[in-house]
């Protein structure tokens, strides 16, 4: 599936105003904070179990990858959910972020 950044971040906007209609009313960002630290918690658990940190079951470890892709998925949507929230557009300000350490890295001569 070929698409661009900002149709992925609609898509994401389509799916929040979904669910924001079954929960009954929409989240803060506090609700986005809350729920990209647990995204991130469970991103830790999964990379844990993949680097046999917790379980050895080998059988588990692609449905196990399959997870982490999901839970990075579930980290840029409640990034995405904050950067809104705040009116920035993530995907300056991830452009603008890599120009900044690409200037600092030239600075050092690397």
């Known amino acids: 599936m070929d ?12 799916i929040v105003n979904r669910f ?10 506090e609700g986005a904070m809350i729920e990209l630290s647990k995204q991130v918690g469970e991103l830790s658990k999964c990379v844990m ?24 998925a579930d980290i840029i949507g409640q990034t995405i959910r904050i950067a809104e929230h705040y009116g920035i557009n993530l995907l300056e300000a991830y452009i603008a972020a890599r120009e900044d ?5 030239r600075s050092k001569g690397v």
Do not use: H
């Open 3 to 14: 698409i661009t950044f900002e149709q992925a971040v609609d898509m994401y906007r389509n």
């Open 101 to 105: 350490e690409d200037n600092y890295l």
């Open 20 to 29: 924001t209609k079954i929960e009954g009313k929409p989240w803060g960002v």
């Open 49 to 72: 179990v993949q680097e046999n940190y917790y379980c050895f079951n080998t059988e588990e470890t692609e449905k196990n990858r399959m997870q982490i892709g999901n839970e990075l």
